[in-house]
């Protein structure tokens, strides 16, 4: 597994956030820090398709990513957590995480998911283990049909975070997925992103590097326009 990223460079209007920056991102955890408005999100969006560089080459297992677009990105193993979360508010958790997961996409997909939870076998080992899960720990009561129009902000991330970590994506980018939620949860996102990324690309951008530093692989540092590895 590698994410390659040669000379990538992105303008807005005369503007630049990234200057001619290169990587090369293997399994594991990665994260990146730096002030607000130093390209973090910009970075993202540019390798998971959603704006367009105006210079340089993303590879993903060799294969250019360049030019294409979100959904061929995603069919690609990439699943990308916007910092605002783009969820539906008239649709539940559960809807939500059967979009992000083909385990639990069943061909009678339904928005009223009662029905089939009791039905759905990989629903129900689901639910069983949603107990324990962020949704849990970020204070949804009712997990599985609850609509998102009812999440604060931080819920949402949470939901957001399980869409991820449930999804068979092998490339993982979460944009400030800790914003809004309290320290329990981001303990317990931190020990989900721990056991996954032994199998997984997990890129995490955050304003500073907080108590991370057993999880995270590699930190990197997003000084204007650059970026450095600074472990
Ligand atoms: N669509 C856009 N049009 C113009 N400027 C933008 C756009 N998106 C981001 N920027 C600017 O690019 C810089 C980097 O933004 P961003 O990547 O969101 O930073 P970060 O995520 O690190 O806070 C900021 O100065 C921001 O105002
Ligand atoms: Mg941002």
Redesign the pocket.
């Known amino acids: 597994m590698l994410l390659k990223i040669a000379d990538a460079t992105k303008k807005?209007?005369t503007?630049c956030?990234l200057d001619g920056i290169s990587l090369s991102i293997k399994a594991g955890a990665h994260l990146f820090v730096?002030?607000?408005?130093?390209?973090?999100?910009?970075?993202f969006?540019c390798i998971a398709g959603f704006?367009k560089l105006d210079g340089g080459q993303i590879t993903i297992d060799g294969k250019t990513i360049v030019g294409l677009l979100p959904y061929q990105i995603s069919r690609l193993g990439l699943i990308f957590n916007t910092?605002q979360p783009l969820l539906v508010d008239d649709l539940t958790v559960i809807n939500h995480l059967q979009l992000t997961s083909s385990k639990l996409r069943s061909r009678n997909w339904d928005a009223n998911c009662d029905v089939e939870v009791g039905r759905d076998r990989s629903l129900q080992e689901f639910r069983h283990d949603m107990e324990i899960s962020v949704l849990k720990m970020a204070s949804i009561s009712e997990p599985l049909t609850e609509k998102l129009g009812n999440l604060s902000f931080g819920q949402k991330k949470a939901v957001q975070f399980a869409c991820a970590i449930r999804s068979q994506a092998r490339y993982l980018l979460l944009?400030e997925p800790f914003a809004g939620v309290d320290k329990n949860v981001r303990d317990l996102m931190l020990g989900y992103i721990r056991e996954e990324k032994q199998n997984r690309t997990i890129m995490v951008?955050e304003h500073r590097e907080k108590d991370n530093s057993k999880v995270f692989d590699e930190v990197y540092e997003?000084p204007l326009k650059n970026i450095v590895k600074i472990r």
């Open positions: 807005f209007g503007f956030v730096g002030d607000n408005g130093c390209g973090k999100s910009t970075l969006k704006i910092q944009d951008c997003m």
